[in-house]
Each structure stands twice: as C-alpha cells, then as structure tokens.
C-alpha cells in the first residue's frame, strides 16, 4: 500500500507540472498575479508530492518489500542497512526519481527565495522548471517506474551491484544530481531574462551563488567518484577517460568557463550572447550526460539501463530543451550586442575570452572523443575505442594553457595592459616557473608533461602568492597593523577575490599530484606464494599468508602482506578477493599504504586452488596531494557561497 501512495503522489505531481506550465502562460498572457501565485503553489505541491514518493520507495527498501519489482532487483535481505538506503538510487529508475525529487527541491527553493525580488520574470521560472520536471516524471511514469509491483513477491531480491556497495559510491550520485540540476537555474533564469527581454545583468547577480553552488557539488560528484574508482575497482588510477566519467566533465568544463565568464559582464557589460549560450551548454551537456548513462548507448560500470525506448525518449526530450534554448537565444541575439568593445587583445578581457575558449575547445575534445566510437559503430558497424592515449595527447596541453590563463588572468589590468605593467607583474612568476623548470630537470625529470607543468605551477604560483602579499602589505600600512592582520583584514574586504585565489590554489596543489602520480607511477605484477616476496621502487614486499574471512553479505581471500623500507616494517596490507553471496559477484578490494603523500598499493585480483596468488603493487607519488587540492578547491567555494552580501548583489 505504502508503494502505491509514491506513485499516486507522483502522477498528480505530473498532472501539477502540467498545470504550473498552464499557469505560467495564463500569467503571461493576462497579467494576473494570481495565475503566478498558483504556479508558485504548484511548484511548491510537487517539491512535497516528490517527497512522498521518495519517502515510499525508501520505505519499501528498508521494510524489505520484495513484491516492489525495483526493491527486489536491487537490495536483498543480507544487504546492510548503509547500502540499503543507497540502493534507493543505485539502479536507473530509482536514480530518475532522485533526480526529479533534487530538480523540484531546487525549484521550490530558487521560486520562494527570489519571489519578492524578481516578479516580473517569475513566470518564466516556474514554467521552465514545470517543463523539466514534467518531462522526467513522463520518464518515470510511463517508462521507467519504480513503483511497479512483482506478483509473485520473490522470497529475496537479487542484490545491489557490488561495485556499489561502498561508502563513496552512496554520496558520489547525489552529489553529481545536485551539481547537474543546479545549474538548472541558472539555465531557468538565463531562459527567462531571454524570453522577458530583461537582458541587463541581473540574471547574472541573482544565480551567482547558485552556479557556485551547483559547480561545487559537481566537482564533488567527480571527486568522489575519482576517489571510488581508485581504490574500489582496483586498477590504482583515479581517471579512466571512461565515457560515463566524460559525461559528468563535459559540463564541469563548460560550466567553469561560465563561472569565470561571467565576471566580465559584471564588470564590462560584455560577452552577453556568449554566457548566455555558456548556461545554455552548461544545462544541456548536464541532459545529454542523462542520455548517455541512461539510454544504453554506452557500455560502463557507471550506466544505469539498455532500454532503446527510454533512450529515445530522453534523446527527443533532450533535443526539445536545447530547441527551446537556443531559438530563444537566437530570437533575442539581435538586442544582446554589447555597448562596449575589447580595446586591446592584451587585456583581462582578452584573457578571459581565451581562458573560455580553451575550456570549450577542451569540452569538445572530450566530447568528441566520448561520441566518435558510437557514431563509427552506428554508421560503419565497427567497434572502435578512445582511450587514455589521445586525451593525454589531445586535452593535456589545453589544460596547461588552462593554468597557465589562470596565473596570468587576475593580475592584468582591464581594457589594456602596457608593457611596463607586464613586466611589472610577471617578472618574477617567469622566473619562479623558469627556476622550477631547471629545478626538475637537473633532479633527472625528463618528461615535457611534468617540466612544462612545472613551469605553469611555479608561474601560476608564484604570481598567486606576490598578488596576496601585495594585498596584504597595502592593507597592513594603511591599518598600521602587522602582516598577518593585514592578511586577514584584506581577506574580508576582498573575499570574494580571495575565495577564488584560495579554489586556484587547490586547482595548482591538484595539478601537481595528477602529474606526478600519472607520470611517475610505478607498476608491477606478480605471481607468488606464501613466503615468496617481491621489489617495487624502494620497497619489499613478502606475502606472509592467505586466510578466509567472513563480511555479512560476502566471503574473501585475504592475502596479509607485509611492507618494508630497508629492513624496517612500514605496516601489513590486507587486500581482498571478494565473492558476494548473493549474486556470485567477485570484486577486487585493494590495501592502501600513505608514505610521503603517496600511496602504497596493493591487490590480489587472483588466488589459484593450489595457492599461487597473482599480487598487483603500485606506487603512486603525492596522490594525496590530488585529494587535498580538491578539498582545498572545495573551501575556497565554500568561502564564496558564503561571504557577505554587498548591496549590489
């Protein structure tokens, strides 16, 4: 019964969104306030219907109610509470209807919070919204319920797919829906200053924190899936170049370059058309990153379904939302010219343009690479693959010409920048990445990757570090205070400034790690028995025995390795070959060492009947820097979402 009540709740949350876009129309159309009052109401009656439903289908999980067809193709009665409750979304359609329940959230909140502050374009943000909702609960009710029932009830499910069954994995896909409904709107907002004529910048002022926010919890999304894909499917990389992985990039690259486009509007009046079509991609690559995990198009541990019809659906859904977007962006083209010029091509303007075109040209990288293997196989019928090779040869340098912008783009001056000020202003970060490039290369490194990376980190670097002490100086005189005070006085009037030096410093702190754990790991694989040990880089690893052991829904090998530097024990690593009960599933768990911001890593992806286990060792320098720069990125975001407001935001 419980079941039934989500899904009643969820088909009158669709007969709801039907009515928000009626309403929104009629508003339009009559100028009455009360159509707007009602579409606000329908918005907020879908945001508690969803609530319902999910709360339903919850239910069903943790009560065990296997007469749910998704609760019994995804949980089990051995599965843990923990995994229990990530089961929810762990399959496709339980997924959709986070991912409705998210959009509808954020919906209600954005209409509520900007009621009083932006009448006149709230009709076009509760009929765009209406629009998104109701074209995902059609998904859900008509193509991809799970509220379905499973007559006979089995007597257990199936299980939730082991892969999954891991701590990351249960914040991973919420995260990833919070970053790609976020930047609905933004998108919501830009649509509805398009279609209302308001082209002024006031769209971008009200959805500033928004996109922040919905840029942060993306980043999170992909960190963590990074950090799940590295030690839970055993292979010890972070980053595959996995298409399901690509999915989720495209639009954190695109959306980045709107983060940072929008700062000349605000500030010059200018690239009016160009973020506007920025949100428009951002949004849209967010829905195509829908189609592709969901339509069965790709082959991934990330996707979710291989139905045809839900995949056309989804793909025509898709193509009508861009239509929109797009048409109206072209309609109004012709009023969005900017009053003000680009005086000279050496300019912060300038530099921003570039930094947006080497995002984009980025994104297209990845996306063409992502979609050619499908387009071959659809027109030629044969399978080809995009691997790790050509992003590394193709994306690589667009990324360091990426971080090299950064380091240039906030200490040259607006509208035109003389040679003297140049000079003035990159001296010294020249000569630090110069330094750091002689540095590494007299230490034996011989790879460009990691020198012209070097020399980008050490200019970006340092040109960071110069602008916050001369900052910090200035306010230190004239407060006739010490430098530490000065720092601190200079961080809160400048915090939002100061927010994104703190997000670029994360950004140089993650680079280094992908460098140096990319370039510079060291792999080995060998067979061995008990008492047999083996040598990677300046370690000695012995296989001290190989016992069962038992988890609540699983049975493993475990393989007790223990770890010396020299003749010193550093500690004993315990890796696993896993079989889960249920399904017969086996999985790989790997053992994790950290030495000198590095990991040691270990695992047994195999153990033969007469007790030869197959042991795979790598060392991967500074990885831990790659986490900590993401966090770091994280706290400078924060910092921003959460600064003071100013009059004029």
């Known amino acids: 019964m419980i079941i039934e009540i989500g899904h009643f709740s969820t088909v009158i949350a669709l007969v709801l969104a039907v009515f928000g876009i009626v309403s929104s129309g009629l508003a339009l159309r009559t100028r009455d306030a009360d159509w707007v009052r009602a579409g606000r109401m329908a918005l907020t009656l879908i945001f ?105 009830a089995p007597p257990d499910g199936k299980d939730l797919n082991p892969l999954l069954q891991d701590p990351a994995m249960v914040m991973h896909p919420p995260m990833l829906y919070m970053g790609y409904v976020g930047f609905s709107i933004p998108f919501s907002f830009a649509m509805a200053a398009l279609l209302s004529g308001r082209l002024g910048e006031e769209w971008i002022k009200v959805t500033q924190r928004w996109t922040i926010f919905a840029w942060v919890c993306l980043t999170t999304g992909i960190l963590l899936g990074g950090y799940w894909a590295y030690y839970e499917l055993g292979w010890g990389g972070y980053w595959g170049w996995d298409p399901v992985e690509n999915a989720s990039f495209m639009p954190w690259l695109v959306g980045t370059a709107f983060l940072h486009s929008v700062m000349v509007q605000e500030k010059r009046k200018m690239f009016k058309v160009w973020n506007l079509f920025l949100i428009i991609v951002t949004f849209s690559l967010s829905l195509i990153g829908t189609f592709l995990v969901r339509s069965g198009v790709l082959t991934s541990v990330h996707t979710f379904a291989t139905d045809p ?144 990376g070097a020399f980008v980190v050490g200019f970006s670097g340092a040109a960071i570090f110069i602008d916050v002490g001369k900052i910090s100086s200035l ?76 988890g609540k829904n699983w049975s493993a090998q475990e393989g007790v390795f223990e770890v010396y530097e020299g003749d010193v024990l550093l500690t004993k690593l315990r890796p696993q070959k896993r079989v889960y009960d249920a399904s017969q599933t086996p999985t790989t768990e790997s053992a994790i060492f950290a030495k000198n911001m590095g990991h040691i890593f270990l695992t047994m992806p195999d153990v033969s009947a007469d007790g030869v286990a197959v042991a795979r060792g790598v060392i991967n320098p500074l990885i831990l820097w790659v986490w900590g720069g993401g966090g770091i990125m994280g706290l400078g975001v924060l910092l921003n979402i959460f600064r003071p407001r100013k009059r004029d935001e």
């Not at 509208?415 to 000569?431: D, E, Q, T």
């Not at 005189?477 to 994360?506: C, D, M, P, W």
């Open 48 to 152: 508690v219907l969803l609530s319902v439903g999910m709360a339903a289908l919850i239910y069903s999980f943790l009560a065990r109610d296997f007469s749910v067809h998704y609760v019994a193709t995804n949980s089990n009665s051995q599965l843990p509470l923990f995994y229990t409750i990530a089961a929810v979304w762990g399959g496709h359609e339980g997924s959709l209807l986070l991912w409705v329940f998210i959009l509808s959230t954020f919906s209600t909140i954005a209409v509520w919070l900007h009621w009083r502050t932006q009448p006149a374009i709230m009709p076009y943000l509760i009929g765009m919204e209406c629009l998104v909702i109701l074209g995902f609960l059609l998904l859900i009710l008509f193509l991809s319920s799970p509220f379905d029932r499973l007559i006979p």
């Open 309 to 452: 019809e839900r995949g056309l659906y989804i793909l025509i859904f898709v193509t009508l939302i861009i239509g929109i977007a797009f048409g109206a962006l072209m309609l109004r083209a012709n009023k969005l010219k900017s009053q003000i010029e680009m005086d000279s091509m050496v300019s912060r303007e300038s530099v921003f343009l570039f930094n947006n075109l080497f995002f984009l040209v980025a994104a297209a990288t990845v996306f063409l690479g992502t979609l050619y293997p499908l387009m071959i196989e659809t027109w030629q019928g044969a399978k080809v693959t995009v691997g790790p090779p050509y992003y590394n040869a193709v994306f690589m340098p667009i990324a360091l010409g990426l971080l090299f912008l950064m380091g240039v783009g906030p200490y040259i001056p607006w509208r035109k920048a003389s040679r003297a000020s140049l000079k003035k202003n990159f001296l010294i970060p020249v000569g630090v990445g110069v330094v750091s490039t002689v540095v590494l290369f007299a230490l034996g490194i011989r790879s460009l990757f990691a020198l012209t």
């Open 475 to 550: 306010y230190a005189r004239r407060e006739s205070i010490n430098l530490l005070k000065g720092f601190l006085s200079a961080f809160t009037a400048n915090q939002r400034r100061y927010s994104g030096l703190v997000t670029h410093v994360g950004v140089l702190i993650l680079v280094i790690g992908i460098i140096a754990s990319t370039v510079y790991q060291t792999e080995k694989v060998v067979s061995l028995r008990v008492g047999d040990e083996f040598v990677i880089d300046d370690y000695r690893v012995k296989l001290e025995r190989i016992h069962d052991v038992r």
